[in-house]
């Protein structure tokens, strides 16, 4: 009997911890709002984290810009290069084997235009192996989601605080508050829902918007404070984790202190190094 080619298998039956022989696509992705599915979604930004996440069955990992905050050592996402999202994304590309891996488009690579985006994504295809890119914007970034979605490369859009705004916006204020920005806000998503977006990021959006705004939509969306309605929900994974210092947004739920757990290990190495106890017997070759 014929076996069926990868673009006629059935879709996966749950995207969150459900087994497979192939990666998550757009259309799962798809299928689970139909189902009325929820699903999660982290970041990632090297091989051995993004393996743990992927086999703690997230579906969806993201290759952020947000490595620049909370990798890089830079204030915001704006310095990060294309070079360092290429890098990094096929760094968790080889440490996954059933997980989408999105890669974010960094400031200053598709600003130009269509052409300019389009160049910049398929080195993130080509070069790291991602299933799909993210990039911000809506009605302003509509025709390169267009232009990208028509070349066969999946779009996830970002609208509501778009941090590459950071400098425009004075900060990172919630997003959609009072009628006439709330209206903006669903236009931008309806506008890249219709340039072919398959999912659509909303973040620091009041949580009654973002449920108009995903009701409204065909397409998922995944929040990052945006309430409890959206489709699917993201977090940095140092934040979730507890790994960041300082400040944290209002939308972050801590799941570990990874921080403080890292830390003492690093202590107690430090001081049977120091106490003369470690390496001990165990631990040496003879």
């Not at 066969?152 to 590459?164: D, F, K, S």
Request: proline share 6%; aromatic share 6%.
């Amino acid at each position: 009997m014929t076996q069926p080619s990868p673009a006629q298998k059935p879709v996966a039956k749950s995207l969150y911890g459900g087994s497979g022989s192939r990666r998550i696509t757009v259309r799962d992705i798809a299928a689970a709002k139909e189902r009325g599915e929820k699903w999660p979604m982290l970041t990632a930004y090297d091989a051995m984290t993004a393996s743990v996440f992927d086999e703690a069955g997230i579906p969806v990992l993201l290759v952020g810009d947000s490595m620049g905050n909370c990798h890089l050592g830079y204030e915001s996402t704006v310095p990060v290069t294309l070079d360092e999202i290429v890098m990094l994304s096929a760094a968790v590309v080889r440490g996954t084997t059933r997980a989408l891996v999105v890669g974010d488009l960094p400031f200053g690579t598709y600003q130009e235009g269509p052409v300019q985006a389009l160049r910049s994504a398929t080195r993130l295809v080509k070069e790291a192996g991602v299933g799909a890119v993210k990039l911000e914007g809506g009605e302003r970034s509509a025709d390169q989601v267009e232009l990208l979605v028509s070349s066969g490369i999946p779009v996830m859009a970002h609208v509501g605080l778009t941090p590459q705004s950071v400098n425009a916006f004075g900060g990172y204020p919630v997003q959609g508050r009072g009628e006439e920005a709330a209206q903006q806000l669903l236009r931008d998503a309806k506008a890249v829902q219709d340039a072919g977006a398959f999912a659509v990021v909303l973040e620091a959006v009041p949580a009654e918007l973002a449920a108009e705004v995903t009701r409204s939509l065909a397409v998922p969306t995944v929040g990052i404070g945006a309430g409890a309605d959206c489709d699917a929900q993201v977090l940095v994974w140092t934040d979730m984790a507890g790994m960041t210092a300082g400040h944290l947004p209002k939308f972050v739920k801590q799941y570990l202190q990874m921080r403080e757990l890292l830390g003492g290990a690093a202590k107690a190495f430090a001081d049977e190094v120091v106490g003369g106890t470690f390496p001990g017997e165990p631990h040496t070759f003879h």
